[in-house]
T-cell receptor
Framework: ETGVTQTPRHLVMGMTNKKSLKCEQH?????MYWYKQSAKKPLELMFV???????ENNSVPSRFSPECPNSSHLFLHLHTLQPEDSALYLC???????????FGPGTRLTVT | AQSVTQLDSHVSVSEGTPVLLRCNYS??????LFWYVQHPNKGLQLLLK??????LVKGINGFEAEFKKSETSFHLTKPSAHMSDAAEYFC?????????????FGTGTRLQVTL
């Protein structure tokens, strides 16, 4: 068990739905990350939070809205998604932004 | 700018034979380098890391990697493959720029282990 949990593990949603992905880390880390993993593409960094403050947004469309209420929790709010947003969404955390990252099991998202 | 190239998208070995997964990197700074493994339907697990200490790094499950600055390589090896090693492996380079550390992932190498 990596100490980083994600819920739900699988999600199917229509393009007009609103849903949220949740990530929780039990490692006492200060930095948290959202990644998108699509088939046959490199892992894409979406957002970085350091001490609850967003420090990086990699030109992610506004239909993805992150929230970090504290250093242990990270959410990704989803609305009006497109089929091409279907992917595995991975959450990660690290002690500091310069240290190795630990990943959760991911949420497999399918947009219909 | 930094980049990482995994030279093989797919590697197949027989159980009990050596594993070699190749990785070359490019970095403007003194990099940190990592190997992660991803089993089907699982997240990424850290196998090992290089952070400017010893150039030969030992990781979990019998894997090791050698940092060769002159060749800009960080190849992953294991003396004897096991069926449970079948997975996707990612080479990752990290630059610390400003207040954020940016991880750049390779495209992955799928390791198949046959009987």
């Amino acid at each position: 068990e990596t100490g980083v949990t994600q819920t739900p593990r699988h999600l199917v949603m229509g393009m007009t739905n609103k849903k949220s992905l949740k990530c929780e880390q039990h490692l006492g880390h200060n930095a948290m990350y959202w990644y998108k993993q699509s088939a046959k593409k490199p892992l894409e960094l979406m957002f970085v939070y350091n001490f609850k403050e967003q420090t990086e947004n990699n030109s992610v469309p506004s239909r993805f809205s992150p929230e970090c209420p504290n250093s242990s929790h990270l959410f990704l709010h989803l609305h009006t998604l497109q089929p091409e947003d279907s992917a595995l969404y991975l959450c990660a955390s690290s002690e500091q932004v310069s240290r190795e990252q630990y990943f959760g099991p991911g949420t497999r998202l399918t947009v219909t | 700018a930094q980049s990482v190239t995994q030279l093989d998208s797919h590697v197949s070995v027989s159980e009990g034979t050596p594993v070699l997964l190749r990785c070359n990197y490019s970095s403007s700074y003194s990099p940190s380098l990592f190997w992660y493994v991803q089993h089907p339907n699982k997240g990424l697990q850290l196998l090992l890391k290089y952070t400017s200490a010893a150039t030969l790094v030992k990781g979990i499950n019998g894997f090791e990697a050698e940092f060769k600055k002159s060749e800009t390589s960080f190849h992953l090896t294991k003396p004897s493959a096991h069926m449970s090693d079948a997975a996707e492996y990612f080479c990752v380079v990290s630059d610390l720029t400003g207040t954020a550390s940016k991880l750049t992932f390779g495209t992955g190498t799928r390791l198949q282990v046959t009987l």
